[in-house]
Each structure stands twice: as structure tokens, then as C-alpha cells.
């Protein structure tokens, strides 16, 4: 392949890649001001300034490209969380688990439009898709790295995927109606609670 040829291709490949990253943050504002339901293909190419043809090209319908915004946005959220996790001396297992959901919990109380869309759109196949996606600039995805914490913790733990769906649930659940409503009370007030539930599932879990 000569110079030129490898030149135009990667053009061409930036190009659409370009396009689709448009695609996607033109669905999700629209997503958040106007709702899923109210939002048309047409009102994204429209504002994305691209034919209704290159829609397709990367999604079937809107429901697949809210599914991708799911997908990406929860998985930016665990990953922004484990490289934080990546600069402290955290090693038990249980602790980094912690130290995780809390990053996360944090991430969504400061971004409350955020959760309200993750929240209504999450669905754990969506969410596994997310953790099993290659990350950027890494070579494994997050679902990896958790077996990578789990092999380095002092523990067992029988099945680990059941484990993480419960801690998902659970703390999506509670963190949605403390954060965003302050019901039945406010999320600072309510996290020693949830993190004592946490250790107790996942002693529920442990073997041996």
C-alpha cells in the first residue's frame, strides 16, 4: 500500500468516525432536552448536519443510538472511576469496590441530567455490553479489570458476575431517588448505610 493510499484511508476512517461521534452528541442533547420519545432521526441529522442515509450507516433506529449513548456513557463513568482508583493504595478488594461505587456516586450527583438519562435507558445487557467494550487506548475492557481485582484480592468469590449485577442494581436504585430527590434522605446521609449493605453482599458472596 503506497503512502498516499494509507494517507486517504486514514482520512476516510477519521471522517467517519467524525460523523458517528457527531451523530452520538447530537442524540444525546437532544435526548436530554426534548426526551427519547420526542426526539426524531430527522431532528438528529438535521442539528448533526449530516443526510438521513449516514444515520444508518452506524444505527438502526434511535433506539439503538440511545443504546450506545448508554452503553458509552456508563462505561466512561466505571472508567473515569477505576483510573482514579489507579492513583490511591487501595489493595483489599472490598475497599476498591468501594472506593469505585463511591467515585461513581459522585460522578452522578454532579452530573444529575446524566443519571436521569442513564437511569430511564439502563438495562444490564446494556450495561454488560459496556463493561465488556474495548476501552480507548487500552487493550481490555472494564469487565476485565474487575477480574483483574478479583484475582489479586485475599478472597474468593462465587459467582463474581451475579455479584457485580446485585451491586449494579443496588446502588442505581437507591442512588437514583437519594441524588436526585433527596428521598428518603440525601446521599451523603444515606451512603454509610449503602456501604455497610455493600460489604454484607459481597460477604454473602465470599467462599469459604
Keep these: 500500500m503506497t503512502i498516499e493510499k494509507n494517507t486517504?484511508?486514514?482520512?476516510?476512517?477519521?471522517?467517519?468516525?467524525?460523523?458517528?461521534?457527531?451523530?452520538?452528541?447530537?442524540?444525546?442533547?437532544?435526548?436530554?432536552?426534548?426526551?427519547?420519545?420526542?426526539?426524531?432521526?430527522?431532528?438528529?441529522?438535521?442539528?448533526?448536519?449530516?443526510?438521513?442515509?449516514?444515520?444508518?450507516?452506524?444505527?438502526?433506529?434511535?433506539?439503538?443510538?440511545?443504546?450506545?449513548?448508554?452503553?458509552?456513557?456508563?462505561?466512561?463513568?466505571?472508567?473515569?472511576?477505576?483510573?482514579?482508583?489507579?492513583?490511591?493504595?487501595?489493595?483489599?478488594?472490598?475497599?476498591?469496590?468501594?472506593?469505585?461505587?463511591?467515585?461513581?456516586?459522585?460522578?452522578?450527583?454532579?452530573?444529575?441530567?446524566l443519571l436521569r438519562f442513564i437511569e430511564k435507558n439502563l438495562s444490564w445487557g446494556i450495561f454488560r455490553k459496556a463493561l465488556d467494550s474495548t476501552l480507548p487506548n487500552e487493550d481490555c475492557n472494564i469487565y476485565e479489570l474487575y477480574e483483574e481485582m478479583l484475582k489479586k484480592s485475599s478472597k474468593s468469590y462465587k459467582n463474581p458476575e451475579l455479584m457485580l449485577f446485585t451491586l449494579v442494581e443496588l446502588i442505581s436504585s437507591t442512588g437514583y431517588s437519594c441524588i436526585l430527590y433527596n428521598e428518603p434522605v440525601s446521599m451523603e446521609e444515606y451512603k454509610p448505610v449503602l456501604y455497610r449493605t455493600v460489604r454484607s453482599i459481597m460477604d454473602s458472596f465470599c467462599e469459604g
Excluded at 467524525?18 to 442533547?29: D, G, I, R, V
Excluded at 434511535?62 to 449513548?69: E, M, N, Q, R, T
Design 8 to 113: 486517504l484511508l486514514k482520512k476516510a476512517a477519521l471522517k467517519k468516525k467524525q460523523k458517528k461521534e457527531s451523530l452520538l452528541n447530537t442524540a444525546f442533547e437532544l435526548f436530554l432536552t426534548k426526551g427519547l420519545a420526542k426526539t426524531t432521526i430527522s431532528d438528529i441529522v438535521e442539528k448533526a448536519g449530516v443526510a438521513k442515509g449516514t444515520f444508518y450507516l452506524y444505527f438502526k433506529d434511535k433506539y439503538d443510538i440511545c443504546d450506545s449513548l448508554v452503553s458509552s456513557k456508563a462505561g466512561d463513568i466505571f472508567l473515569n472511576a477505576h483510573r482514579s482508583l489507579a492513583n490511591t493504595d487501595i489493595h483489599e478488594f472490598e475497599d476498591q469496590i468501594l472506593y469505585i461505587l463511591d467515585h461513581v456516586l459522585n460522578q452522578l450527583n454532579e452530573d444529575k441530567a
